[in-house]
């Protein structure tokens, strides 16, 4: 399937305007049935000084909206509204909870002569659908992460226990979406994986083998290198949301410039001693401390099933972070923090040393890297696995790409297609800049390859693919 895109045309003088969050609410029409109580219905509302009748009135609207595409299908009602200045995103998590967030789409500037205001052009197809509504669907799996369901807290405590917990969670979780730097892998919300060697990974799974039988108390386990994954213990969906908060708010809060980018051993004048780099990001900052408070943050886990609710230490050295989890009914004490400060201290920092030997030992028989003709993305939706050398880096706040935006609007495009269709299937698109982007979707596999060849026909593209599949993913098989 070919396509011809005619993007990327843009004038030297327009001013450009991301897209921004206008608004973002959560209600319950069941909490608010007759006329005069409609007030009750608004669990949170963001932002906060919008007056009573007009988030009553938008609160409204939704419902109408939901009740109105529910008579042309009951099962599936609205996922999104679409205007010329805005989007709205809709979603129902639990019953009768349904979150909101309203997007005010991109805009362009573009200046008069004679003095005259500038004309506002609003670009409505600049905003994806399946982006911005995984983005809504993050907001509440990272709020059910810290907080367990909505039902569960309005069992316990009612609507105010519950509008308290929203807003403690939400009014700061919504000042780290940046929606401008949204694109393909929030659909995906993959797991990045940390490439290792058999007996590298032996040396992990032991490592966690013996904690877990040294400390009886811990009951899950990850291990993580780089901001990559080697080892859970979690359930699937759980470990994908605990992966992005670490990876785009805990770590980047805690980087270390002395050891940014490398691995260092042992310092040589504490090699013959048990020192070790070793270190709680969580928890208590440091244990000398007779004021230190031994307080972690609370995780819920299988929250469809036996609904457990944790403790999270996060515990790191050097470039390996390990997260332990502990029933939360449990008093952590300083003595269990000592302990595993001296028992995992050491062997992780040994540990974050041999993974770096080890790699940089491959990446020196594997040869010099050359800059690629190519650039690709790829998603597993089997294990989620997620590899891009399109993003150089991916947080919270920034997404640095390589490519320009309007190849990775493409990107988004062409897997709104794939979503459509069970079907495997391949979409090569010549963009207007020359680029070649080609997508292909087999067995619950996703490819994007981004290919910068001006003068490449439809058959040299798609050679092209093929080696780069044969290269960069020789163990996987992809349908022709």
């Given at each position: 399937m070919l396509m011809i895109s005619p993007r990327m045309a843009s004038g030297m003088q327009e001013k450009q305007y991301a897209p921004s969050l206008l608004s973002f609410f959560i209600y319950n029409p069941k909490f608010g049935p007759r006329e005069g109580e409609e007030e009750k219905k608004i669990l949170f509302y963001h932002p906060i000084e919008i007056e009573k009748n007009e988030k009553i009135r938008n609160v409204g609207l939704c419902e109408a909206i939901v009740q109105f595409t529910r008579t042309f299908c009951p099962t599936k009602p609205a996922k999104s509204l679409h205007t010329q200045k805005n989007r709205q995103f809709f979603h129902e998590p639990e019953e009768n909870y349904w979150m909101v967030m309203v997007?005010?789409?991109?805009?362009?500037?573009?200046?008069?002569?004679?003095?005259?205001?500038?004309?506002?052009?609003?670009?409505?197809?600049?905003?994806?659908?399946?982006?911005?509504?995984?983005?809504?669907?993050?907001?509440?799996?990272?709020?059910?992460?810290?907080?367990?369901?909505?039902?569960?807290?309005?069992?316990?405590?009612?609507?105010?226990?519950?509008?308290?917990?929203?807003?403690?969670?939400?009014y700061r979780y919504l000042q780290t979406l940046h929606l401008q730097s949204c694109d393909l892998l929030d659909v995906f919300g993959g797991i990045s994986f940390f490439p290792l060697d058999k007996m590298t990974y032996l040396k992990i799974q032991s490592f966690v083998n013996r904690v877990e039988e040294s400390l009886s108390l811990v009951k899950y386990t990850a291990f993580l290198y780089n901001d990559q994954l080697i080892w859970s213990g979690l359930e699937q969906d759980d470990m994908q949301i605990l992966y992005k908060y670490l990876t785009t708010s805990l770590f980047p809060r805690h980087t270390e410039p002395e050891l940014a980018g490398r691995d260092s051993p042992l310092r040589p004048?504490?090699?013959?001693?048990?020192?070790?780099?070793?270190?709680?990001?969580?928890?208590?900052?440091?244990?000398?401390?007779?004021?230190?408070?031994?307080?972690?943050?609370?995780?819920?886990?299988?929250?469809?099933?036996s609904y457990e609710e944790l403790h999270l230490i996060v515990y790191k050295a050097m470039s390996a972070a390990v997260c332990f989890m502990v029933n939360a009914a449990v008093d952590l004490s300083r003595e269990f923090c000592e302990q595993l400060d001296s028992l995992v201290g050491p062997q992780l920092t040994l540990l974050a040393s041999d993974i770096c030997e080890q790699y940089n030992i491959n990446r020196r028989i594997s040869g010099p890297e050359k800059e690629p003709q190519f650039k690709f993305i790829y998603f597993n939706h089997m294990n989620l696995a997620e590899k891009s050398t399109i993003h150089m880096r991916k947080t919270a706040s920034v997404s640095l790409t390589s490519v320009h935006p309007d190849l990775m609007k493409i990107l988004g495009d062409i897997n709104c297609d794939f979503a459509r269709v069970d079907e495997d299937e391949e979409i090569i698109v010549k963009a207007m800049t020359d680029y070649w982007v080609v997508g292909k979707k087999s067995d619950q596999r996703e490819l994007y390859v981004i290919l910068n060849q001006k003068n490449a026909n439809l058959i040299e593209v798609n050679e092209e693919v093929k080696r780069l599949c044969a290269t960069q993913f020789n163990n996987i098989f992809f349908l022709d």
């Open positions: 997007v005010r789409n991109p805009m362009v500037e573009k200046p008069n002569k004679d003095g005259k205001p500038p004309t506002v052009e609003y670009q409505e197809e600049e905003i994806i659908d399946s982006v911005y509504g995984s983005v809504l669907k993050q907001c509440y799996s990272m709020y059910k992460l810290f907080n367990g369901t909505f039902s569960r807290a309005f069992e316990a405590g009612g609507v105010e226990l519950l509008t308290q917990k929203l807003e403690k969670f939400f004048e504490v090699a013959g001693n048990l020192l070790h780099y070793g270190r709680f990001l969580t928890g208590p900052a440091n244990l000398k401390d007779p004021e230190a408070k031994f307080r972690f943050p609370k995780i819920f886990v299988n929250t469809e099933d």
